[in-house]
């Protein structure tokens, strides 16, 4: 079974960076083909702010955060990380790490979420 761990959250002033780490416990991590990180902001839905394939290709970027954040993936670590700078206010949100299996319509393996707080 896959576990997702992440870390890294914290509150941080309007221009700071946070890295966020995401550990993956189990034998199935190789399953997880794609990794993302979410977030839900106070008030809004939860959306998906960046991806990532196996091949450490990104493959998908909320246009709010590019330029800002960088998605990346140590497979040998199993790990995932998401490089944030220049922190928004408007980044403030839970977020969460998240994987999909090669074929899966939905993301199948989830974390518990890491708080990020910006402040003006």
């Known amino acids: 079974q896959v576990q997702l761990v992440e870390s890294g959250g914290g509150l941080v002033q309007a221009g700071d960076s946070l890295r966020l780490s995401c550990a993956a416990s189990?034998?199935?991590?190789?399953?997880?083909?794609?990794m993302a990180w979410f977030r839900q902001a106070p008030g809004k839905e939860r959306e998906i702010v960046a991806s990532?394939?196996?091949?450490?290709?990104?493959?998908y970027f909320i246009d709010s955060v590019k330029g800002r954040f960088t998605i990346s993936r140590d497979n040998a670590k199993s790990m995932v990380f998401l490089q944030m700078n220049s922190l928004k206010p408007e980044d403030t949100a839970v977020y969460y790490c998240?994987?999909?299996?090669?074929?899966?319509?939905?993301?199948?393996?989830w974390g518990q979420g890491t708080q990020v707080t910006v402040s003006s």
């Open positions: 189990g034998r199935t991590f190789r399953s997880a083909y794609t």
């Open positions: 990532i394939k196996w091949s450490g290709e990104t493959s």
């Open positions: 998240a994987g999909r299996s090669l074929g899966a319509q939905d993301f199948e393996y």
